[in-house]
Structures are given as structure tokens and as C-alpha cells.
């Protein structure tokens, strides 16, 4: 097996720059033996749940321009988002970004499911199941209220979610290598990572899972870099106020959840943002320990 390596990003928050190391593992095309290929600062990696901070940024943007108010319902703006249970007309586009929407795992375990293969699908797949909990009331990590919030991204802008970040959050970042996508399926090198089982490295490609919204979003640590001074107010994509909104907690239940961050400070007592990303294989591993490759925090 050859050795896996990660590429990191830095910024302070300018200049930015990105490093690689060791190799990536990409599957052939015919699903033959992996070949090791030199990691760089451009090679394309899946963000995993980092993609959550970037569909808020999409939803913002709206807002800016007047075209989506964060605390009216998300059926005013999405009449398709409907789900087995009255409460569902209450929730508002601020709960979904902030995971306070009522939608939970347990009620709805998305994971267990076929996987759909377009935004429209997967919201369409909510109206046979109920809410956990009321709306408003308790932060719950449920990847679909990103998948909701996507979805009312393109049929608010009337383009293809994809082609609207393209166009307002990844071009104005000068982000040129990054994009979504709806499935896992459509990774680079067909997601090909490791897991650790019975003390050793397994190769093993990713299940097909829908992923747009929540987790779609394939970058490279060049671009991240870029989205992580853009935090700080590089890049100009938000006003100071909105771009604060997305890095403030709800607070709901002493929640400390933003909208596709999570709030709180370092060990000297500066504000920090973080957030992880936690996909079923890993394609970086040193010293027999499992590096996560899409582990990001930024500070403001």
C-alpha cells in the first residue's frame, strides 16, 4: 500500500497558501488496484460537512439582495418542502441553517434510505416522514435542513444550485477548483479512502449517499485556504452583519451552532470557528493514526 498523505491549508488570513503531502490514493477506472498519486496543494479532496458553511454563504447571499427573509417560513419561498406533520409550515430558513428545524436522524434516518440523485428528490423525500421535535426549540445535527436549504437556494435564483455557487461564492472567492456535487458517487478518484479495522489499513470506496448541501462541496487546500480568510472579511462575498450572522450561535438550548459553524474560543481565550467533517473512509493516515483531511477551523 502506498503512503497516504493530506494537504493543509493556512491563512492568517492573507497571504494564503496550501502544502502537499505524501500521496493520494485514486481508484482506476475500472475499479482496479489503486495507484498512489503525489498530493498537492490543488488536488481535489470532499469537504465533507465543511460544506455546510458554504450553502449558508449561498443562502445569504439571497438575503442580501432582499429575495429571502431568514425567519419566514421555508414554505413561502419552497412550497415542496412538505413532511408528515403540521409543525413542518413553522420552520424557517434561519432554523434550518442553524439546526433547529425539529428534523432529526431519528425520525428520518436519511442513511438507511436509497440514496436520491437531485435536491428536488431529496427534499421530495421528507413528505412521508414526521419532525423529532417542535421547530425553534433544540439544536439537532441533521444533514438534510442543508440539502432543504440548497434546494431553496435553486428555486429561489432559478438556477441549478452547482452553477450558483459557482457563480456567486466560489468565482467571487477566486476559488477556481472548487464545486458540489449530489453524490458521493461523483468524488474525485470515485472516493477511494481507508478504514481502520482489526489493527490494519482496509482500502474501501465510499457508499453512494446524497451529499449536496450538507457535504458536497470538493475543494483543494489552495481554495480552502481562500474560504478561510474569506471568514475574516477577505473576499467580500457578505456584508460584515450577515457574514457575523453566519458565525453567530442560535444560542436555542445554550446552543453553540452558527450556520455550518460551531462557535467558541481557544485555549487563550480568542473566538474561534470549527467544524469537522467526518465522511466513512479517510485518505489520509500517519503514524498508524487516522488524519482527518477535511478538519478546518477559522477564527475572526
Known sequence: MATPGGSPAISRPAPVFGLGLGTAQAARQRSETAKGEAITKSTPM????????FTAVGVLRLVDEGKIDLDAPVRSYLPEFTLADARATKITVR????????????SFPELALDAPTSLKDAVGMLRSYPLAGDPGAKMTYHNPNFAV????????????????????????LGMKSTATVNTTSELPGQAAGYIRAYG??????????FINGGAGVVSTADDLGRWLA??????????DKLLKTTHTP?????????????????LGGAPQLRHTGWP??????????????????GRW
Open 46 to 53: 470532499p469537504l465533507a460537512s465543511l460544506s455546510k458553511s
Open 280 to 297: 466513512p473512509t479517510r485518505v489520509a493516515v500517519t503514524r498508524g493514526k487516522v488524519t482527518l483531511r477535511d478538519r478546518c477551523s
Open 200 to 209: 490494519q489499513l482496509l482500502e474501501r470506496s465510499q457508499p453512494k449517499w
Open 230 to 239: 474569506a471568514q475574516n472579511g477577505g473576499g467580500r462575498v457578505l456584508t
Open 149 to 172: 436549504a440548497a434546494r431553496l437556494v435553486e428555486v429561489v435564483a432559478g438556477v441549478p444550485f452547482a452553477d450558483y455557487m459557482a457563480q456567486r461564492v466560489f468565482g467571487p
Open 95 to 106: 432554523q434550518l441553517l442553524q439546526q433547529t428545524s425539529g428534523m432529526s436522524d431519528r
Open 250 to 266: 442560535s444560542g436555542v438550548a445554550e446552543s453553540t451552532y452558527a450556520m455550518g459553524w460551531t462557535a467558541g474560543k481557544t
